[in-house]
């Protein structure tokens, strides 16, 4: 089983709202990765956390807040949101395995967040 | 810098046909290379990746691709197409942090494929 479950599926929220997305994988995977994607563009990296700790922060505004509160959830805290904001949010893990070949990055179906 | 390049925005074949999405990439050392697919409105599915040993690396969905070191290339392709396999389709590359596999993927531009019957 390789599935990631995001929720909510569509979000639409107001400029001053705070909300939060959320991802969850039962895979035993120690990574967890958030994207952000445009239409028709390529999913572009926000965060990871590796065993639970951020590892990468790709220059996100802190209007975005990660948070992971176990090794099988990883939450995504709005607030303050502009419009250009609205994308599909995607959260992918993978096992961070110490071979290579073991190593992919699996996707949930994203959230996809309107901002007004 | 580790990049892919997807030369093609659309690649359009007739059901039955097949089709080949190109990939080419720019690395130091040796590549680590994966090609997702995403159908409208959903996330991205894994297909297949190459790490290392055979170039034709066998995937989902009867999809395969050939890794061509000299080339530098990574193309995608399946031997008879299916409407259904029309979709965005992602080449990638990972990025390695030091010796820790925790990467990011970075990924071409993506190709939209249209199989029309």
């Known amino acids: 089983d390789t599935e990631v479950t995001q929720t909510p599926k569509h979000l639409v929220m107001g400029m001053t709202n705070k909300k939060s997305l959320k991802c969850e994988q039962h895979?035993?995977?120690?990574?967890m990765y958030w994207y952000k994607q445009k239409a028709k563009k390529p999913p572009e990296l926000m965060f990871v956390?590796?065993?639970?700790?951020?590892?990468i922060n790709e220059s996100v505004p802190s209007r975005f807040s990660p948070e992971c509160p176990n090794s099988s959830l990883l939450n995504l805290h709005l607030h303050a949101l502009q419009p250009e904001d609205s994308a599909l949010y995607l959260c992918a893990s993978s096992p961070l395995a110490r071979a290579a070949n073991k190593e992919t990055q699996y996707f949930g179906p994203g959230t996809r967040l309107l901002v007004l | 810098a580790q990049s892919v390049a997807q030369p093609e925005d659309q690649v359009n074949v007739a059901e039955g046909n097949p089709l080949t999405v190109k990939c080419t990439y720019s690395v130091s050392g040796n590549p680590y290379l994966f090609w997702y697919v995403q159908y409208p409105n959903r996330g991205l599915q894994f297909l297949l990746k190459?790490?290392?040993?055979?170039?034709l690396v066998k995937g989902s969905y009867g999809f395969e691709a050939e890794f061509n070191k000299s080339q530098t290339s990574f193309h995608l392709k399946k031997p008879s197409a299916l409407v259904s396999d029309s979709a965005l389709y992602f080449c990638?590359?990972?990025?390695?942090?030091?010796?820790?596999?925790?990467?990011?993927?970075?990924f071409g531009q993506g190709t939209t494929l249209q199989v029309k019957p």
């Open positions: 990638a590359v990972r990025d390695r942090h030091g010796s820790s596999n925790t990467g990011k993927l970075i």
């Open positions: 956390y590796s065993y639970e700790k951020l590892s």
């Open positions: 895979m035993g995977h120690r990574a």
């Open positions: 190459y790490i290392t040993g055979d170039n």
